[in-house]
């Protein structure tokens, strides 16, 4: 059984800082990459960030320079450290894990607003 858990939203000011962290656990082999997508209200699920096992980095156009991915040693934790945040980036935020299948976690909400 694999265990994806997620930490770290909340509501935050325009402007503001949020950290968000992801923990896989369980019978998990390898993981090759994990990441943040996110949905907002109407919107389709889209990439944020990702890291791989080697340490290679993505973002999305609109949170390049904003956002920092990071992760641990064991490669089984994954950090998501936004700032400058945007009512734009108001939404659900998912931990995915890209292993021999991927795995997702359960959500959390991030909410920018005054």
């Known amino acids: 059984q694999v265990h994806i858990v997620e930490f770290g939203g909340g509501l935050v000011q325009p402007g503001g800082s949020l950290r968000l962290s992801c923990a896989a656990s369980g019978s998990i082999t390898k993981i090759y990459a994990m990441g943040w997508y996110r949905q907002a209200p109407g919107k389709q699920r889209e990439l944020v960030a990702r890291?791989?096992?080697?340490?290679?980095?993505t973002y999305a156009d609109s949170v390049r320079g904003r956002f920092t991915i990071s992760g641990d040693n064991a490669k089984t934790s994954v950090y998501l450290q936004m700032s400058s945040l945007k009512p734009g980036d108001t939404a659900v935020y998912y931990c995915y894990v890209a292993a021999t299948q991927g795995y997702w976690g359960q959500g959390t909400q991030v909410t920018v607003s005054s």
């Open positions: 890291i791989t096992s080697g340490g290679s980095t």
